[in-house]
């Protein structure tokens, strides 16, 4: 495995742990998926500048637009539920009270 290859998939999986493990906040639940989302984006950019694929090279635009609208939700959410709730702790949301 060369130093790139163990870069980009140790940067998915830290995370994707930091998501599974310290779920306390929203904002950190966020900003892990957005950082798994960003390892991903530059993993398949740097993927089709090594093998030359042209008909391919909108992916990564397409990933980063998906990124950024996820994000963009996300944020939202937290408002949302900052307002509604009053915190953004996980284990006090419940779906049924709302």
Same mark, same amino acid.
């Given at each position: 495995?060369?130093?790139?290859?163990?870069?980009? !998939?140790?940067?998915?999986?830290?995370?994707?742990?930091?998501?599974?493990?310290?779920?306390?906040?929203?904002? !950190?639940?966020?900003?892990?998926?957005?950082?798994?989302?960003? !390892?991903?984006?530059?993993?398949? !950019?740097?993927?089709?500048?090594?093998?030359?694929?042209?008909?391919?090279?909108?992916?990564?635009?397409?990933?980063?637009?998906?990124?950024?609208?996820?994000?963009?939700?996300?944020?939202?959410?937290?408002?949302?539920?900052?307002?509604?709730?009053?915190?953004?702790?996980?284990?006090?949301?419940?779906?049924?009270?709302?």
């Amino acid at each position: 495995m060369t130093p790139v290859h163990f870069t980009f !998939s140790s940067t998915f999986i830290l995370g994707l742990t930091g998501f599974t493990l310290h779920r306390f906040h929203l904002l !950190s639940a966020l900003l892990c998926l957005e950082g798994m989302m960003l !390892s991903l984006f530059t993993a398949i !950019s740097i993927w089709l500048l090594q093998t030359n694929f042209t008909t391919l090279s909108a992916t990564p635009m397409l990933l980063l637009a998906f990124s950024a609208c996820e994000a963009s939700a996300g944020l939202a959410l937290l408002v949302a539920t900052a307002r509604t709730h009053g915190t953004n702790h996980l284990k006090n949301l419940n779906l049924l009270q709302c």
